[in-house]
C-alpha cells in the first residue's frame, strides 16, 4: 500500500498558514476546523508544519499565552515529507521514529495532502480486516473431506 492509496480515499480540502501569520490566527482556525495540523506555506513553497504540539510549547513558553507571537516562530520549519509513492511501511517507520503525527505529501515542491498517524493506521486495520475477510471466505468454500474423496 502506497500513501497515494490513503489521500485517494482521504479526499484534498488542505488548511495552510503563512509563517508571518499571527500564532493565534491559526490556532483559531485550527479549533474551528477541528484540525490538528496547518501546512505552512510561502511563495508557493512548503516552510514548516504547525501542529497541536507546537502551539502548545509556544503557549508555554510565553507564560500561558499566545500574544503576538507569528507562525515562524513556533512551527516545525524542517518537517518529514513523503511522496505519493512512499510505502506504507516506509511511512510508519518514519512517523515512529521522529513522533511525526502529521506529514505532507509532496511531489517535488508540489503539495499533494497530508496524512496524518490516524489515516495510516486506519488504512493498516482497513487492509487487514480485508485480508481476514478473504481468508475466511476461502477457509469457508474449501473442500471437506466427502467433497474431496468424491472428486477424485
Known amino acids: 500500500m502506497k500513501v497515494s492509496d490513503i489521500l485517494r480515499l482521504k479526499g484534498g480540502t488542505l488548511f495552510t498558514a503563512t509563517p508571518d501569520e499571527p500564532l493565534a490566527e491559526a490556532a483559531l482556525l485550527m479549533a474551528e476546523r477541528d484540525l490538528g495540523s496547518l501546512v505552512v506555506m510561502e511563495h ?3 516552510v514548516g508544519m504547525l501542529t497541536f504540539r507546537e502551539v502548545i510549547q509556544s503557549v508555554v513558553k510565553n507564560g500561558g499565552t499566545i500574544g503576538s507571537t507569528l507562525v515562524r516562530s513556533a512551527m516545525d520549519d524542517a518537517p518529514l515529507t513523503c ?6 511501511d516506509e511511512v510508519r517507520r518514519m512517523m515512529l521514529d521522529r513522533h511525526a503525527r502529521y506529514m505532507p505529501v509532496m511531489d517535488k515542491r ?3 495532502g497530508v496524512i496524518s498517524f490516524y489515516d495510516v493506521a486506519k488504512a493498516v ?3 487487514q480486516n480485508f485480508e481476514n475477510k ?3 471466505a476461502y477457509i469457508r468454500d474449501w473442500p ?3 467433497e474431496a474423496g468424491k472428486s477424485a
Open 44 to 46: 508557493g513553497d512548503l
Open 125 to 127: 486495520v482497513d487492509s
Open 134 to 136: 478473504m481468508l475466511k
Open 110 to 112: 508540489m503539495l499533494m
Open 144 to 146: 471437506g473431506q466427502d
Open 83 to 88: 511522496t505519493m509513492e512512499t510505502d506504507m
